[in-house]
């Protein structure tokens, strides 16, 4: 499994799509935050490759001391699959 940080859009409207199915409305922060505290540094968004398919992403929340993981959501045709463990 490949590890990315997103690149273009195509990557960032992948990762937008998977986050807005696979968290409930009350568990969200608005993406646009998400996007902000990214280009600030305050955070890094990436999303998961495995045999060049869209997979997932992971957001976290960094400090200098520490990092949070914010976000962590599966393609729903790859679930059940370990792909989350991995």
């Given at each position: 499994?490949?590890?990315?940080?997103?690149?273009?859009?195509?990557?960032?409207?992948?990762?937008?799509?998977?986050?807005?199915?696979?968290?409930?409305?009350?568990?969200?922060?608005?993406?646009?935050?998400?996007?902000?505290?990214?280009?600030?540094?305050?955070?890094?968004?990436?999303?998961?490759?495995?045999?060049?398919k869209f997979a997932g992403l992971v957001v976290t929340i960094n400090d200098p001391e520490q990092i949070l993981l914010d976000y962590?959501?599966?393609?729903?045709?790859?679930?059940?699959?370990?792909?989350?463990?991995?």
């Amino acid at each position: 499994m490949d590890i990315k940080k997103p690149s273009g859009l195509f990557e960032w409207i992948r990762i937008y799509r998977l986050y807005q199915a696979a968290f409930p409305a009350n568990e969200k922060k608005p993406f646009s935050m998400i996007r902000t505290m990214h280009k600030k540094g305050k955070s890094d968004v990436w999303y998961c490759v495995e045999n060049r398919k869209f997979a997932g992403l992971v957001v976290t929340i960094n400090d200098p001391e520490q990092i949070l993981l914010d976000y962590l959501a599966v393609a729903k045709n790859r679930r059940g699959q370990g792909n989350g463990s991995k």
